[in-house]
């Protein structure tokens, strides 16, 4: 398809599990971002990719988090040891170009609920 | 620091009628503001964007927004409201960096009642 794709659209963990959220942004795309919203919430920014380079990671809440574009297209995020606080809906979006333009294409995200 | 505020969590109007979606910011300098809109099922869609110029700004699916800045707003209006604009409406300011990093608001749930 011409979107964003991610899987799994849903996920259940049991605690203390690890698990991985794929991304597939719209090809071409050189900006990437993962977002994380939970119930109730807006999105909230985890990471950027520029290409390949994870540029800013600032809004990862832990070292539990981990995300990575190795070859400027997929993209992984990883939690490591899932606690019920990570129970949100994670989104991917990309753009088109690296520089500032205020539109993000997202996809419809990942919910991942934790027992 | 900047940030959004969405003071209405949930707005019902009836189909037809018109709409207004309140969004006041806190922004350090001339701000750029978006407005995005979350169907049920969908990713986050841009509906228009103010970066300078004109304070009315036209979006997609008949909406418009109002840059005040002598009220730090900038609400969402669209004059006739139809069943299908039922979803939520998220308000949002660049976080800086210069790139295409956001900050956005709690959102506006919209019901439409026909």
């Known amino acids: 398809g011409a979107g964003v794709s991610q899987s799994p659209r849903y996920k259940v963990a049991k605690r203390g599990q690890d698990v991985a959220l794929r991304c597939d942004p719209i090809?071409?795309?050189?900006?990437l971002f993962w977002y994380q919203q939970a119930l109730g919430q807006g999105p909230e920014f985890l990471t950027y990719?520029?290409?390949?380079?994870?540029?800013?990671k600032s809004g990862l809440p832990s070292d539990r988090f981990f995300a990575e574009r190795p070859e400027g297209s997929v993209s992984t995020l990883k939690i490591q040891r899932t606690q019920q606080e990570d129970s949100a809906v994670y989104l991917c979006?990309?753009?088109?170009?690296?520089?500032?333009?205020?539109?993000?294409?997202f996809g419809e995200g990942s919910r991942l609920t934790v027992l | 620091a900047q940030s959004v505020t969405q003071p209405d969590i949930h707005i019902t109007v009836s189909e037809g009628a018109s709409l207004e979606l309140r969004c006041n910011y806190s922004?350090?300098?001339?701000?750029?503001l978006f407005w995005y809109v979350q169907s049920p099922g969908q990713g986050l869609q841009l509906l228009l964007k103010?970066?300078?110029?004109?304070?009315l700004v036209q979006g997609i699916k008949g909406f418009e927004a109002e840059f005040k800045r002598s009220q730090s707003s900038f609400n969402l209006r669209k004059p006739s409201v139809h069943w299908s604009d039922a979803a939520e409406y998220f308000c949002?300011?660049?976080?800086?960096?210069?790139?295409?990093?956001?900050?956005f608001g709690a959102g506006t749930r919209l019901a439409v009642h026909p």
């Open positions: 979006a990309s753009s088109a170009k690296s520089r500032y333009t205020g539109e993000l294409f």
């Open positions: 090809s071409g795309h050189v900006s």
């Open positions: 990719f520029q290409n390949e380079a994870q540029l800013d």
């Open positions: 922004y350090g300098a001339t701000p750029y």
């Open positions: 103010y970066f300078s110029g004109d304070t």
């Open positions: 949002a300011v660049p976080q800086g960096g210069g790139y295409n990093k956001l900050i």
